[in-house]
């Protein structure tokens, strides 16, 4: 029999996968679930349960957290990363880490096929599909719900006429979990008009007293929260995201340009992400020079719009990449948070290298570093050229 290395996450799409490529297509299939985030050991274990029960020949769980924030996340932080001024890239940062470690799974199992469950209509068609002509040539790819244009009706039909069973109200929605946040779609996503009810969101309101949280940044990274500290960054989000999380906070509705040109709409739930950005870009307001402030938005802003569409492998990355790791030097300090029913606001920060020192001067009261006279004089000179175009102008339209 031939070889397809399925990636599986045990949802509708990848479930249906299982039994049209075994069942209708005689593949052998081995499934591999690359976990980035989001799901519990347990959790981990009834995916592989369901794999098997669906029919797979083996399945494999890859951890791939480290690694996701060790090549992603970190740069997105670095960034403060948000697509349209709203996204935190929740899935499709982490699709590359998922593409590039199938990829590696197909490599291994020595399969003649890979597959997965991306629709026609979406980004992740494009993303795996690159990641797998760049990095395993030659090795067929086969996408059912795309070819096949399923709807999620017919999904859930045909399993049910396979015997499957499985929480299909649940189905109707398509959940994807990371450790950069969680995406939500449904029918409430598929129109320009509409929120997500409250019980479609994973994550439920279960705080209401207001809280304060204190993140400990080292040349941009999270090390702490609150008094305690951290081996690995991954530790210090997934903890934030237990205090973060019970307030709701987050929720948002992206909708975006996808990379096959047409608009979309996804809802995504963030919490330790969103909190995270925000306190990172105000350390930064505070320890980065201007100019240092604005190129690396700039940066930034082209680098998770490339992440988004897939192209991680592009060398122009590992520049960006340098010069965000660069910018970071300084960046340490502390940042405090306010954390309350479905928002946060942040407060203050504590950092050796915050340039709003009082010394320098006062912005609005004192100034200590100048005189009115040198003042009188840069403004003079700052605005020279165009003084002296404005005058050539008006000189020339009489």
Known sequence: MRKVVLGFSGGLDTSYC??????????????????????????????EKRA?????????????????????????????????????????????????AIAEYV??????????????????????????HIMIPGVEIITPIRDLKLSREAEIAYLQSKGVEMNFAKAMYSINKGIWGTSVGGKETLTSNGMLPEEAWPTQL????????VLSF?????????DKK??????????LQTLAGGFAIGRDIHVGDTIIGIK??????????????????????????????????????????????????????????????HSQENVTGKVFVNLMPYRFQVTGIESAYDLMSSKFGKYGEMNSGWSGEDVRGFSKIFGNQTMIWNQVNESNKK
């Open 18 to 47: 299982v039994k049209y490529l075994s069942e209708e297509k005689g593949y052998e299939v081995h499934s591999v679930i690359v976990n980035t985030g989001g799901f519990t050991a347990e959790e981990l274990q009834e995916i």
């Open 52 to 100: 098997y029960s669906l029919g797979v020949k083996s399945h494999k769980t890859v951890d791939a957290v480290r690694s996701y924030y060790d090549k992603v996340i970190r740069y997105l932080v670095f960034g403060n990363v948000l697509k349209n001024n709203t996204y935190p890239l929740s899935v499709s940062a982490e699709r590359m880490s998922q593409a590039l």
């Open 107 to 132: 490599k291994e199992v020595g399969a003649d096929a890979v597959a997965h469950g991306s629709t026609g209509a979406g980004n992740d068609q494009v993303r795996f599909d690159m990641i797998f």
């Open 206 to 213: 279960t705080k209401n007293d207001p809280e304060q949280v």
């Open 218 to 226: 080292e040349k941009g990274e999270l090390t702490g929260v609150n």
């Open 230 to 239: 951290f081996d690995h960054p991954t530790d210090a989000i997934v903890y």
């Open 264 to 325: 979309g709409r996804v809802g995504f739930e963030a919490a330790a992400p969103m909190v995270i950005l925000k306190a990172h870009h105000a350390l930064e307001k505070h320890v980065l020079s201007k100019w240092q402030l604005t190129w690396k938005d700039q940066l930034a802003t082209f680098y998770g719009n490339w992440m988004h569409e897939g192209q991680i492998l592009d060398p122009v990355m590992r520049d960006i990449e340098a010069y965000l790791q």
